[in-house]
């Protein structure tokens, strides 16, 4: 048996929209750095708790991220296990990442700013 | 046996793959090969072969139905290609040959082997391999019609000679071909 790990009921509707909208560019974020393969990538990502309540899920945002042409992968051996498939930034992943970057900061402020009194 | 093959994994791998059943068979294998991939990794990096431990590996990788709604949903969510920009580029990329080659001014070439590389370049529906294959078949005619000229001009024997006209056709047909393929590749692609 799986156990449910995704239901847990303290992650709500909002927490799961929210994460639907940034977690792709905490990922493109990630890669600014250099190239990681999944495992590793979730690690990271795991070590904060809101961001993946499912770790598989993490996979099909990655293809989406490769069809869209953000990241490009790449297989490479690896001195234990199997070989892993590394994500890598293109220039459209720099670009995109970067104007996140600059639009993140107002929009927390506006957020902010309507919801406390 | 290797870890995937272990019966834990397969159920688990199964039941992703009864989920998915509404993917792209192409999505969905890849999924799959990435899911087999994280469990073999994960272990390998935690020494760990056990069943509690394969069970804990893919709790966290979560419920198959969750990972399959993903899935559905980023598949409904990707932009679909454009073939009108594709169609535009083997226009762009027909018109470079021609230009290059069989008019008296070859820079005129120029002009469309420009815009056929920016049109590639701007777009995030091809690879990066795809579009470099676009840029070279853009730029051989080019290459090949002011090599002639050169030759020609400096009266210098280093012209193509008898390889003259099968490089010729070759550089003539090459942009089409090229064209075709990305068109093809637009195509294929689904949303």
Known sequence: MVPDIAGKPAAGKAESQLRKGVLEYCVLALLREGPRYGVELLETLGAVNVMVTSQGTIYPLLSRLRRDGLVETRWQESPSGPPRRYYELTPSGHTALKEFTAIWPHFREAVDHFITD | ?????????????????????????????????????HIAVALVEESASGDDEIRAVLARLGDPRTIAATALGEEAAAPRPSLARALALLVLLAMTAPLSMLTPYPLLGCIPVAGAIWWLWTSRQWSRRDKVIGTVAAVVPLLFAVAESVAVMGDVHLGFGA???PVGLLALVLPVAAGVYLLARAVRRPA
Do not use: G
Not at chain 2, 11 to 27: D, F, G, H, Q
């Open chain 2, 1 to 37: 046996m290797t870890i995937t093959e272990h019966p834990l994994a397969k159920k688990y791998l199964a039941a992703v793959a009864r989920e998915t059943a509404a993917l792209s068979p192409e999505r969905r294998n890849e999924l799959l090969a990435d899911l087999e991939e």
């Open chain 2, 163 to 165: 390889l003259f006209l």
